[in-house]
């Protein structure tokens, strides 16, 4: 497909001279054989993934070269490879808002750089009047964090990572026995007069569960400037700013961090499995009640969301990182809207958002798995609280 190589708007930036911040931290990072290069404003904490020929033009970009200027280098060196005048000003649009490029602009000119920012804004007004995605920021753990990091550095290493599983599979084998008790103990659990019981350990596991993102983020030299509140399914849940991950370079840190959540939720889970088991025989007191309800939470929550790579949650960062496809969701649901586009709608100027026929495979899959199972969950716990909250 050919792509229009003129936009009518050129004429507003054709002479702006940005210049990336001297702030900025850049990390380069491989995907598929492919240099990509991460932008980071430490300041905002903002990220920008840039491929290579936008990182070159990006770095041409130097406060005295116009963008005109740079755009026909970019010509010269890439030729149909090189980004469109459109697709330059998406670019410096884009990275203007995130406040990694700074340009003396014209009122006419931020208007249009800023359209990025303004549907954004609206984005962000939309989630705020759903409950479903509040969130409010409660504090910097930071000092909190680089306490513990140290104390738990030792065992955040491979030699950690198997006495781990060996601690998760031994609680696993002792519970596996014990069938009865566990169905009864569900019933119990669900009951609403439990409910409270179960949000609070809910909450706590949840807690545990943020610090482990911290940790690991820590213990690899990020930082984590946020720690919150959200509504996750009606239900308050902690958060961690961990967002600094996305500029590590190796992609095992990376799936390590999006890991480390779900381990320390399990080790807890784990120690509240052998404290279960230990007393069985005292089955009405509240330490027993309160063991299986960790061990349900985090089960329950490990399972339908955190290790579930088709919502975006820890698994699914995992999985992108581990297929080396960024924006995996995201670029799965254009992948879908563009076959949709070229061979229902018959629209010709249509391009995919990825070139390679393994890439747009993965997309096409993943896309259509994470599509049928959010129905799935969405129909799935929509009825079971309809049948218990049928008021609200």
Same mark, same amino acid.
């Given at each position: 497909?050919?792509?229009?190589?003129?936009?009518?708007?050129?004429?507003?930036?054709?002479?702006?001279?940005?210049?990336?911040?001297?702030?900025?931290?850049?990390?380069?990072?491989?995907?598929? #054989?492919?240099?990509?290069?991460?932008?980071?404003?430490?300041?905002?904490?903002?990220?920008?993934?840039?491929?290579?020929?936008?990182?070159?033009?990006?770095?041409?970009?130097?406060?005295?070269?116009?963008?005109?200027?740079?755009?026909?280098?970019?010509?010269?060196?890439?030729?149909?490879?090189?980004?469109?005048?459109?697709?330059?000003?998406?670019?410096? #649009?884009?990275?203007?808002?995130?406040?990694?490029?700074?340009?003396?602009?014209?009122?006419?000119?931020?208007?249009?750089?800023?359209?990025?920012?303004?549907?954004?804004?609206?984005?962000?007004?939309?989630?705020?009047?759903?409950?479903?995605?509040?969130?409010?920021?409660?504090?910097?753990?930071?000092?909190?964090?680089?306490?513990?990091?140290?104390?738990?550095?030792?065992?955040?290493?491979?030699? #950690?990572?198997?006495?781990?599983?060996?601690?998760?599979?031994?609680?696993?084998?002792?519970?596996?026995?014990?069938?009865?008790?566990?169905?009864?103990?569900?019933?119990?659990?669900?009951?609403?007069?439990?409910?409270?019981?179960?949000?609070?350990?809910?909450?706590?596991?949840?807690?545990?569960?943020?610090?482990?993102?911290?940790?690991?983020?820590?213990?690899?030299?990020?930082?984590?400037?946020?720690?919150?509140?959200?509504?996750?399914?009606?239900?308050?849940?902690?958060?961690?700013?961990?967002?600094?991950?996305?500029?590590?370079?190796?992609?095992?840190?990376?799936?390590?961090? #999006?890991?480390?959540?779900?381990?320390?939720?399990?080790?807890?889970?784990?120690?509240?499995?052998?404290?279960?088991?230990?007393?069985?025989?005292?089955?009405?007191?509240?330490?027993?009640?309160?063991?299986?309800?960790?061990?349900?939470?985090?089960?329950?929550?490990?399972?339908?969301?955190?290790?579930?790579?088709?919502?975006?949650?820890?698994?699914?960062?995992?999985?992108?990182?581990?297929?080396?496809?960024?924006?995996?969701?995201?670029?799965?649901?254009?992948?879908?809207?563009?076959?949709?586009?070229?061979?229902?709608?018959?629209?010709?100027?249509?391009?995919?958002?990825?070139?390679?026929?393994?890439?747009?495979?993965?997309?096409?899959?993943?896309?259509?798995?994470?599509?049928?199972?959010?129905?799935?969950?969405?129909?799935?716990?929509?009825?079971?609280?309809?049948?218990?909250?049928?008021?609200?």
């Amino acid at each position: 497909m050919e792509r229009a190589t003129f936009s009518p708007l050129w004429h507003r930036v054709r002479a702006l001279k940005p210049r990336l911040r001297p702030h900025v931290q850049v990390t380069r990072q491989h995907y598929r #054989g492919r240099r990509w290069h991460v932008a980071h404003d430490p300041a905002s904490n903002q990220f920008f993934r840039l491929s290579p020929v936008a990182y070159e033009m990006v770095g041409l970009l130097d406060g005295t070269r116009t963008v005109e200027e740079v755009w026909n280098i970019s010509l010269g060196n890439h030729g149909d490879a090189a980004p469109t005048q459109g697709e330059v000003i998406e670019l410096l #649009g884009q990275m203007y808002n995130s406040n990694l490029l700074a340009i003396d602009t014209t009122p006419e000119t931020e208007q249009l750089l800023s359209r990025g920012r303004e549907r954004l804004k609206r984005r962000i007004s939309q989630q705020a009047i759903g409950i479903m995605y509040f969130r409010v920021k409660l504090f910097n753990p930071d000092r909190y964090l680089t306490w513990l990091e140290p104390i738990l550095r030792p065992l955040i290493n491979g030699w #950690g990572f198997l006495l781990w599983c060996a601690w998760v599979t031994w609680a696993i084998v002792r519970v596996a026995p014990h069938t009865e008790a566990l169905q009864g103990a569900f019933k119990d659990a669900i009951a609403p007069a439990e409910w409270f019981s179960v949000f609070c350990v809910f909450v706590v596991i949840k807690a545990i569960h943020e610090t482990g993102h911290g940790i690991i983020c820590k213990r690899f030299g990020g930082q984590v400037p946020e720690f919150g509140a959200m509504l996750l399914v009606l239900l308050p849940s902690p958060y961690v700013d961990a967002s600094a991950t996305w500029a590590f370079a190796s992609k095992w840190k990376r799936m390590a961090e #999006g890991a480390g959540g779900m381990i320390f939720e399990l080790a807890v889970a784990a120690a509240a499995a052998h404290y279960w088991v230990a007393t069985l025989a005292d089955s009405g007191s509240l330490g027993h009640k309160l063991a299986f309800n960790a061990m349900f939470t985090a089960s329950v929550t490990t399972v339908l969301f955190n290790a579930n790579p088709l919502m975006r949650f820890d698994g699914y960062y995992i999985l992108s990182d581990l297929l080396e496809v960024p924006n995996l969701m995201q670029r799965s649901t254009r992948m879908l809207q563009h076959l949709a586009q070229k061979y229902i709608y018959r629209v010709e100027q249509t391009r995919p958002p990825a070139t390679t026929t393994s890439e747009q495979v993965t997309l096409v899959v993943y896309g259509v798995l994470a599509m049928a199972y959010r129905i799935f969950l969405f129909f799935s716990i929509t009825m079971y609280m309809l049948g218990k909250l049928f008021a609200i």
